[in-house]
């Protein structure tokens, strides 16, 4: 028993090259539903990677057929109790702050379906690249419940009346439609779906560091305040990014017409 567990593989894989991680979900059987022992996996590396300075940019990625088929209902339905289901929507909803609080840029990296918490996590992420192939939906009203946590994450990506009119009939939107909801960036062909995110990851990995995190965190907080506070916030934030050493490196490149060698700081 002690050899099967010990080869048994992981539910979460981290890769790591060059400056970007990449977490897969490995749970291809089960779709890679999100279950206690996926949240947990997921919300440890996510708290090593806020603490890892060399980490550029993180891609969340799925194993198998699907992206994610959302919470592990078999799961669920072996504990029917009410402060059980609050625990595990607070712990997935950690996770999804996680990703939105991480330091660096998360992308997903999508091919299958991403349905209910699975097509949250997508919108929790701050860039998404699809197959052609991929479809998603918040299908829980199929089931009868309503994927209100889903909808937190979806209805800060796409227009109200099309994130609701997903929500109330659970139906499935293609790659192409994500895209135009502004769910996802770009939607590459099933094959090219590798190429397309390297393609990305490496933009944002040639940019000086300090600028994107910086970026990165300023986007987010200025999205909650008022067109005046945003503006004040925004300026603070850019003369303190005008005094990194990269900022004046980026600046001195463009004038002397060379590429710029960003120092982190």
């Known amino acids: 028993m002690s050899a099967q567990i010990a080869t048994e593989e992981p539910i979460l894989i981290r890769e790591s090259r060059e400056g970007v991680v990449t977490l897969t979900l490995n ?18 590396n996510l708290d090593e990677l806020a603490a890892d300075e060399d980490v550029r940019c993180v891609v969340i990625a799925a194993s198998g057929k699907a992206f994610c088929a959302g919470h592990d209902l078999k799961q669920m339905r072996a504990n029917p109790r009410q402060d059980y289901y609050e625990d595990l929507f607070r712990r997935c909803g950690g996770v999804m702050q996680s990703i939105v609080n991480l330091p660096v840029p998360v992308i997903a990296r999508v091919q299958g379906m991403a349905t209910a918490a699975g097509c949250q996590l997508v919108a929790s992420c701050d860039l998404a690249v699809a197959a052609e192939s991929a479809s998603f939906a918040v299908s829980g009203i199929n089931v ?14 796409v227009a109200p ?33 590798d190429a397309a995110v390297a393609s990305l990851t490496s933009d944002i990995c040639s940019k000086s560091p300090v600028a994107i995190r910086t970026g990165k965190a300023m986007f987010g907080r200025q999205r909650s305040m ?20 990269d900022a004046a490196e980026g600046i001195d490149a463009f004038i002397g017409k060379r590429k710029p060698v960003w120092k982190g700081r």
């Open 144 to 157: 009868g419940l309503f994927c209100s946590t889903p909808a937190v994450a979806l209805s800060r990506n």
């Open 27 to 44: 749970r291809p059987a089960q779709y890679n539903a999100l279950s206690e022992e996926m949240l947990q996996a997921l919300q440890q």
């Open 226 to 245: 008022s067109l005046e506070e945003a503006y004040a916030y925004a300026g603070q934030v850019m003369a303190c990014n005008m005094m990194a050493e």
């Open 161 to 193: 009346k099309k994130t609701f009119e997903m929500l109330v009939t659970g139906r499935f939107v293609s790659a192409a439609e994500a895209l135009s909801h502004g769910l996802v960036n770009r939607v590459a062909p099933d094959a090219e779906l």
